[in-house]
């Protein structure tokens, strides 16, 4: 029996919090330079013979990639997250990214060693696609299974704000090396690596953080009782799978926004020397900084009214503004004066914030506990395969098929009402049971910490 307690709690918020964002920044950091860098590098130093505009095609198609291989990480990460817990699911894939990125940023180029220059790229970013695909399930379960039901929406934020802060710190690292540190020609011999190689100090800082994060209660409880699934991705698409295809649904029109504007196509569309505006890449990255602190807060604020309106009311605001932003977000950025791109970028931001604030606890809340992990973490990276693995390359072969925007924010307002439509089908009930008490006390969570059951997974998983 569950002994329930409201007045203790197990884990302090603030240091499942901290972790849970720290963690997935640094994630996120290291998936985002990598896009940053595949409009601004990689299609000159890795594509370079497939000429200027079919390498740049290459460049975004290896971004592209990695997606394909999240559903791979996320079916292993959701039978190791269903089966042995969340806590070291997370550390492991933290661990992996930071590897992959750092030995991006040791690679040598297309001039040094031919054609295997870009296949180890793409072999590197296949590994960061399997650990994005396990490491957003993990942080979203950690955050919300952690919370109180009433603030749930809020919790539910704290894996989505490492995103955006992902996107300012690698928006805000490049702008550094091209504007300050390595400028010009520097930045393409050497400063694009820098970037990439900081990411073995803060995956070490994560890496200490994540540790420190209790078990998830919920599976505590699972493992106490010994209902764990012997096979929960199976389970899952057995009895689930309509379940799986409008979660993901509902998700592939934010990602299809964010990875498209906010993320490298919009910085290689505005940046292209041979394109129609040819910004310097200093400014243009500092706009998509500032979009992302925004991305950051509309985050925030999307999870609280989520909490207070429901998370179907809150997504659907979110999407009917990102229709409404589709063509005026191109017209500002068009008219190539920076200020305006910026608040074009920023605008945008708002819609994609209020789509992605309530994902995590709207996710938890619609699978059941013992399959939740696999749940939550297919239908994120199945999402993410619709709306943003080739959304770049997509964008870039309409703005060269029809040589305007506008056929750009077509597709754009295509993804966002589909994701509508799959946001009325699914249930909306915040703060629903999550298959336990909201709170155990602390003598309860000790138990549960060192009970044989969970010692025995967490030795299975950790050795």
């Known amino acids: 029996m569950t002994v329930t307690s409201t007045t203790a709690k197990p884990t302090s918020q603030r240091r499942v919090a901290f972790a849970t964002i720290a963690g997935t920044t640094v ?58 817990g969340r806590r070291a699911v997370l550390v492991g894939t933290l661990v992996l990214m930071g590897a992959a990125t750092t030995l991006i940023g040791l690679l040598p180029t297309y001039a040094m060693v031919g054609i295997a220059a870009p296949i180890l790229l793409i072999l590197l970013r296949i590994i960061q696609g399997i650990s994005a695909g396990g490491e957003w399930g993990g942080a979203a379960l950690m955050a919300v299974e952690h919370s109180p039901a009433k603030s749930r929406g809020l919790a539910g934020t704290y894996p989505q704000l490492g995103v955006p802060l992902g996107m300012l710190l690698a928006s805000g690292v490049f702008a550094l090396m091209t504007g300050v540190i390595a400028p010009g020609d520097a930045f393409l011999e050497w400063g694009w690596r820098v970037p990439f190689l900081i ?41 689930h799978w309509p379940l ?24 290689a569309y505005a940046t292209n020397p041979i394109g129609p505006l040819a910004l310097d890449p200093t400014p243009v990255l500092l706009a998509v900084t500032v979009a992302s602190g925004v991305w950051f ?3 925030l604020a999307g999870g609280i009214i989520s909490d207070r309106i429901g998370r179907r009311p809150t997504f659907l605001l979110g999407y009917a503004w990102l229709v409404l932003m589709a063509f005026p977000l191109f017209f500002l950025i068009n008219t190539g004066d920076i200020l305006l791109v910026t ?85 909306d009930k915040p703060g629903r049971s999550l298959g336990i008490s909201e709170q155990v006390d602390q003598e309860r969570y000790a138990s549960l910490r060192t009970s044989r059951a969970y010692q025995e997974n967490k030795v299975t998983v950790e050795v």
């Open 27 to 84: 994630e996120w950091y290291d998936f985002f330079i990598y896009a940053q860098a595949a409009g601004l590098v990689f299609s000159q130093i890795m594509f370079q013979p497939a000429g200027p505009q079919f390498a740049l095609i290459l460049s975004f198609v290896s971004v592209g990639i990695s997606f394909l291989f999240r559903p791979l990480g996320a079916f292993l990460a959701g039978h190791l997250g269903d089966r042995y």
């Open 199 to 239: 990411s073995f100090v803060l995956v070490l800082i994560g890496h200490f953080i994540r540790r420190s994060v209790d078990e998830s209660p919920v599976f505590l409880e699972i493992a106490d009782r010994k209902e764990q699934t012997k096979a929960p991705v199976a389970t899952l698409f057995k009895y």
């Open 244 to 267: 799986i295809i409008c979660a993901a649904l509902l998700f592939a029109g934010n990602n299809a926004g964010g990875y498209m504007t906010t993320g490298g196509f919009l910085t």
């Open 297 to 299: 807060f509309a985050t």
């Open 343 to 427: 608040l074009g970028m920023s605008l945008f931001a708002v819609g994609l914030g209020f789509t992605y604030g309530p994902q995590a606890s709207w996710y938890a809340e619609l699978f059941p506990a013992n399959v939740r992990f696999s749940g939550v973490a297919i239908s994120y990276a199945i999402g993410a395969i619709l709306g943003g693995a080739f959304a770049p390359t997509i964008a870039q072969g309409l703005l060269s098929a029809t040589g305007t925007t506008h056929s750009v924010s077509i597709y754009l307002i295509i993804m966002f009402l589909i994701s509508s439509a799959a946001a009325l089908l699914l249930q």
